[in-house]
Each structure stands twice: as structure tokens, then as C-alpha cells.
């Protein structure tokens, strides 16, 4: 009788554990998250690969907030993570990218504040002002440029927005 009443209590707590209510997580409010994170950006997922453990998106930042230093950012999430973001191909993305250990580039967890662009997120569009404006990357267009010049072998030039581009020949 004792096993029984020990199986049906263990029985019982693993049902609890798989209803939808212990899947929920607290998620973090905007300046905690904000603080936590190595990098903020709004980029679209450009490709996708996976292992055994997580899968790996390969992201084209449009504009950041803090911590891009490149044009392409890799973020990481562990596979079957309950509660973590699925990104999807050619979707845009805020992404609040988090260092861990063991993993190269960003990761991205359970509980964020990452959210679709043009999604159904309650929280992206007070995230988004709170954020204010953003960086961006330089135009490379080198048909901008309105003036060009050369001094000591460095050739340089000025793109419409006042940003001066050059190179050391």
C-alpha cells in the first residue's frame, strides 16, 4: 500500500510539472534585461545550422544599441528550450544576446525579451522607445561620395551623411 500511495505522489508531480503553468518563466523587465545583455540589436536571420545540442542563427544586424561590432552576428539557442525564442528565416528580430559559457558569439535563452519584428509581442514596441535611437552601420556605396581625395597614400572620401571613408594604398 505505501508503494502505491509513493507512485501515485510521484505520478502526480510529474503531471504537475508538465502543465503549461510550469513552463512559464518570469521574464525580465526592460532595464534588467538591458544590463544583462553583451549586445542589443534589430537584425534579420540570414541562415541556420544546428548540432546536437542548440541551433545557431546567423543574423544581418540592421541597427544596434549596444555591443555589434560587425555587420553579421551569430545567436545561439539550446534546441527543445522551453520558453526560448524560434527565429525564423528572412524574419526580423530585437535581440537582447547574452554571453555564455561555452558557446561562440550570442546566446539567447529562456524568458527574453526577444521579440518578432512586426510580431505580437506585448513588450516590443516600449522596448523599442526605451531603446531610442539606434546605430547603424556606414553605407559602403562608394557612388555617394561627394568629395574624394588623397593625402600620403591614404584616399578618402565623404558620403552624403558626413561620414568620411578611406583606405591606405
Given amino acids: ?8 505522489v510521484l505520478f502526480s508531480q510529474a503531471a504537475l ?5 510550469a513552463a512559464k ?3 525580465p523587465d526592460f532595464k534588467e534585461e538591458y544590463e544583462s545583455s ?11 545550422e544546428s548540432d546536437t545540442e542548440m541551433k545557431h542563427y546567423r543574423f544581418s544586424v540592421e541597427k544596434y544599441w549596444k555591443g555589434i561590432d560587425s555587420k553579421e552576428v551569430t545567436v545561439s539557442i539550446y534546441i527543445g528550450y522551453r520558453g526560448a525564442v524560434e527565429f525564423d528565416l528572412d524574419k526580423a528580430y530585437l535581440v537582447f544576446g547574452k554571453p555564455r559559457e561555452g558557446v561562440e558569439g550570442l546566446f539567447d535563452g529562456r524568458c ?6 512586426g510580431g505580437t509581442s506585448s513588450t516590443l514596441a516600449d522596448d523599442l522607445e ?6 547603424t552601420f ?4 562608394v557612388s555617394q561620395i561627394r568629395v574624394s581625395g588623397e593625402v600620403d597614400g591614404f584616399r578618402f572620401g565623404v558620403l552624403p551623411t558626413g561620414i568620411v571613408v578611406g583606405r591606405l594604398y
Fill in 38 to 48: 553583451k549586445a542589443v540589436f534589430v537584425g534579420k536571420v540570414i541562415s541556420m
Fill in 25 to 27: 518563466c518570469r521574464m
Fill in 112 to 117: 527574453s525579451r526577444t521579440s518578432e519584428i
Fill in 130 to 135: 526605451a531603446l531610442g535611437d539606434a546605430k
Fill in 138 to 141: 556606414a553605407s559602403e556605396d
Fill in 1 to 8: 500500500m505505501k508503494l502505491l500511495i509513493l507512485f501515485a
Fill in 17 to 21: 510539472a508538465a502543465t503549461p503553468e
